[in-house]
């Protein structure tokens, strides 16, 4: 089962002249879609790369399931992160690159792991892209490509770090569509940072809103925005 829970986690910079994450407690259900909204500089991203591994936590607890993850290196973590910038390799063509997050996390063969890229480029309708590699394809395919270089390792968690912001609008409603799509037929527990409150309320099953690095509500959308 993959919950996750965060436990007063708590990060500080600048020998704590920074609190950037303040005693965050929340807890997010199985198969829940969770999004993280507030202002620039209330907590979001730190609080994702905590959960990724890419952060250590000054303190507080992270776990996935009953699994403590807190000390646990991001590599080992079943956790798969989409970032605002795709984060692709570019010397690497698409298989490349959805093959690659494969290699690290799975005892796979060659053959298996290019079967399983292959499998989930089709459900994302990008196998005509395999062969790609990243500055050949518009924002929307390098999305696209990202979005399924992680559903290619079946994590337990999804997180997602601002996936739409650089897509113009017809794109980023047309993602938006794919990933609650992707959503319901995998049911991946996942956390989803934006900044537009719009789209937290409209895809978010509960909506998490920081400020200043504390949670300042956390429920349904429709219960958040009517009691602000
Ligand atoms: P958000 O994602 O909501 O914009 P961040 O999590 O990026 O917020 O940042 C929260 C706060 O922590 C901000 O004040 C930011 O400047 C600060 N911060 C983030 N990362 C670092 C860092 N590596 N060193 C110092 N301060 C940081
Ligand atoms: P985001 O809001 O998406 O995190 P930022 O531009 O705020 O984007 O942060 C990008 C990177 O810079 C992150 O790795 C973050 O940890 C780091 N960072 C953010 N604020 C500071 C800061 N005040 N000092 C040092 N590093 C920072």
Redesign the pocket.
């Known amino acids: 089962m993959a919950t996750i829970t965060l436990d007063t986690l708590r990060k500080e910079?600048d020998n704590g002249r920074i609190v950037a994450v303040d005693d965050l407690s929340v807890a997010v259900e199985d198969g829940e879609f969770i999004t993280v909204v507030g202002p620039?500089g209330c907590g979001k991203?730190?609080t994702l790369r905590m959960v990724s591994g890419l952060e250590s936590p000054t303190s507080g607890r992270i776990l996935v399931g009953d699994e403590d993850v807190t000390d646990q290196h991001a590599r080992t973590r079943d956790v798969a992160m989409v970032f605002?910038n795709y984060a692709l390799y570019p010397h690497k063509t698409v298989m490349e690159n959805m093959a690659f997050g494969l290699r690290m996390s799975t005892d796979l063969s060659k053959a298996e792991r290019r079967e399983r890229v292959r499998e989930t480029a089709q459900m994302m309708g990008i196998e005509e892209l395999l062969d790609d590699k990243p500055d050949e394809l518009s924002g929307g395919q390098k999305q696209r490509v990202a979005l399924g270089r992680a559903i290619v390792r079946e994590p337990d968690v999804f997180l997602f770090?601002?996936p739409l912001s650089n897509l113009d609008a017809k794109l980023r409603t047309t993602m938006r569509t794919e990933i609650q799509r992707l959503q319901n037929d995998l049911g991946i527990t996942s956390l989803y940072v934006t900044h537009d409150q719009e789209e937290a309320m409209t895809m978010g099953d509960r909506i998490v809103i920081l400020k200043d690095g504390k949670l300042q509500q956390v429920g349904r959308p429709k219960d958040v925005y009517e009691n602000p």
């Open positions: 910079f620039s991203s730190t605002q770090d601002e």
